[in-house]
């Protein structure tokens, strides 16, 4: 009976070595190489909040439809500017790159572990936008997450961009009171209507 125990023991430890052997070839790369395994990060949600925020943004914000028909209404901007079919193809272009733009910033920034993004005026300072924020207001990327429409434009004629903060950047041309939160107790901030239109500059 003993033996029979012994017999039984063995066979199990060998089944068990075989299927450890087994996993293990199921592991190499087709070169014999041992597979690498995906990293995990120590936060489940990491992976979500680094996703490309093209999807997000563009729920978001008005489609290209939406913000042409309106513009096609308007024969004026906000501040009396009479907008001709030309500017208005203009503000519709400038619209789809500014978005863009705010993506590709993001998505390049994620790739280099970005945790800070500042808005900034660029070529001029927006008068719309300057009524809600200064440069050097900043968002953290899990903000941006949670709430795509911070992302510029704002408006068609909307002159804010997004930059990474990587650290170290030099701001003291950017804002004089230095980085401060767009964000207070985690309340989303009041942003300017996507309707307020200004004709873009030629200079």
Same mark, same amino acid.
């Given at each position: 009976?003993?033996?029979?125990?012994?017999?039984?023991?063995?066979?199990?430890?060998?089944?068990?070595?075989?299927?450890?052997?087994?996993?293990?070839? #199921?592991?190499?790369?087709?070169? #014999?190489?041992?597979?690498?395994?995906? $990293?995990?990060?120590?936060?489940?949600?990491?992976?979500?909040?680094?996703?490309?925020?093209?999807?997000?943004?563009?729920?978001?914000?008005?489609?290209?439809?939406?913000?042409?028909?309106?513009?096609? $209404?308007?024969n004026?901007?906000?501040?009396?500017? $009479?907008?001709?079919?030309?500017?208005?193809?203009?503000?519709?272009?400038?619209?789809?790159?500014?978005?863009? $733009?705010?993506?590709?910033t993001? !998505?390049?920034?994620?790739?280099?572990?970005?945790e800070?993004?500042?808005?900034?005026?660029?070529?001029?300072?927006?008068?719309?936008?300057?009524?809600?924020?200064?440069?050097?207001?900043?968002?953290?990327? !899990?903000?941006?997450?949670?709430?795509?429409?911070?992302?510029?434009?704002?408006?068609?004629?909307?002159?804010?961009?997004?930059?990474?903060?990587?650290?170290?950047?030099?701001?003291?041309?950017?804002?004089?009171? #230095?980085?401060?939160?767009?964000?207070?107790?985690?309340?989303?901030?009041?942003?300017p209507?996507?309707?307020?239109?200004?004709?873009?500059?030629? !200079?």
């Amino acid at each position: 009976m003993a033996l029979a125990l012994i017999s039984a023991i063995l066979l199990i430890l060998l089944v068990l070595i075989a299927v450890r052997f087994g996993l293990n070839r #199921g592991q190499l790369t087709n070169d #014999g190489e041992p597979a690498r395994q995906p $990293t995990m990060h120590a936060s489940g949600i990491y992976s979500i909040i680094r996703s490309s925020p093209r999807e997000n943004i563009m729920t978001a914000k008005p489609d290209e439809d939406e913000i042409g028909k309106y513009i096609s $209404t308007l024969n004026e901007d906000m501040r009396g500017q $009479t907008l001709t079919d030309e500017d208005k193809h203009a503000l519709l272009n400038q619209w789809n790159s500014s978005i863009n $733009t705010s993506i590709t910033t993001v !998505e390049e920034g994620d790739q280099c572990d970005v945790e800070f993004y500042y808005f900034d005026f660029i070529p001029t300072e927006c008068p719309v936008c300057k009524q809600y924020f200064t440069k050097g207001k900043f968002v953290t990327r !899990e903000e941006i997450f949670l709430n795509p429409c911070i992302l510029p434009p704002f408006h068609p004629g909307c002159t804010c961009k997004i930059q990474p903060h990587h650290g170290k950047e030099n701001l003291r041309e950017t804002t004089e009171l #230095g980085m401060l939160p767009l964000f207070k107790n985690q309340e989303l901030p009041a942003l300017p209507d996507w309707k307020t239109v200004i004709k873009l500059s030629n !200079e």
